[in-house]
């Protein structure tokens, strides 16, 4: 079982930036895979951002690529994305999620075996 649990959003002006964070618990979080996604009002969920289990790679949506910043630290079992040069179309839900079948940067929704309860940010313009 692994828990997932997101903080840091908020509301934040057009332009400018947040750091979202996700701090894991219970197996062992160097071992996998990490991603980010996010659900817009009416919408599906989409793929924002992934992290392989070393922080050797990393693989971003077309939307965010040069925005967004993935990262994560191992010793505190935590994953980051750094969000500047917010637009209002980044308003979402932000989920982070764990896949624990595969050592690929993978970017589907079902591919992810667990998530948080997400973090809201809101782009105003």
């Known amino acids: 079982q692994v828990q997932l649990v997101e903080s840091g959003g908020g509301l934040v002006q057009a332009g400018g930036s947040l750091r979202i964070s996700c701090a894991a618990s219970?197996?062992?979080?160097?071992?996998?895979?990490m991603g980010w996604f996010r659900q817009a009002p009416g919408k599906e969920r989409e793929f924002v951002a992934a992290?392989?289990?070393?922080?050797?790679?990393?693989y971003y949506a077309d939307s965010v690529k040069g925005r967004f910043t993935i990262s994560r630290d191992n010793a505190k079992n935590t994953i980051y994305l750094q969000m500047n040069s917010l637009k209002p179309e980044d308003t979402a839900v932000y989920y982070c999620?764990?896949?624990?079948?595969?050592?690929?940067?993978?970017?589907?929704?079902?591919?992810?075996?667990?998530w948080g309860q997400g973090t809201q940010v809101t782009v105003s313009s």
């Open positions: 992290i392989s289990w070393s922080a050797g790679s990393t």
């Open positions: 999620a764990a896949d624990l079948g595969s050592m690929r940067l993978r970017t589907k929704v079902r591919e992810y075996d667990y």
């Open positions: 219970g197996r062992t979080f160097s071992s996998y895979v």
